[in-house]
């Protein structure tokens, strides 16, 4: 089963990460309040990029290391399309 890393932008500027093995469900479920924490108190815009990955430890260890940079590395990100 496929897993994929994606990137949300949330209302003030913040990007929001994380793994999923359906971006379009895991996306409507932050959009309406149901998904994490974070995008329940911060409302999502919207899907800025997605990465897929063969296996969740793949992804769960890229999630990682996105999560550690800066915004502006997260932007480069998107900007590229894939790192």
């Not at 469900?25 to 997605?50: D, I, P």
């Amino acid at each position: 089963m496929a897993y994929f890393v994606y990137l949300i932008e949330c209302e003030g500027g913040s990007i929001y990460t994380g793994i999923t093995t359906d971006v379009k469900r895991r996306f409507e479920e932050h959009a309406s309040k149901t998904g994490a924490k974070y995008t329940r108190a911060h409302k999502v815009k919207k899907l800025l990029y997605t990465e897929k990955h063969a296996n969740r430890s793949k992804a769960s260890k890229r999630e990682a290391e996105i999560k550690s940079w800066k915004r502006g590395q997260k932007l480069e990100l998107v900007k590229r399309g894939r790192a």
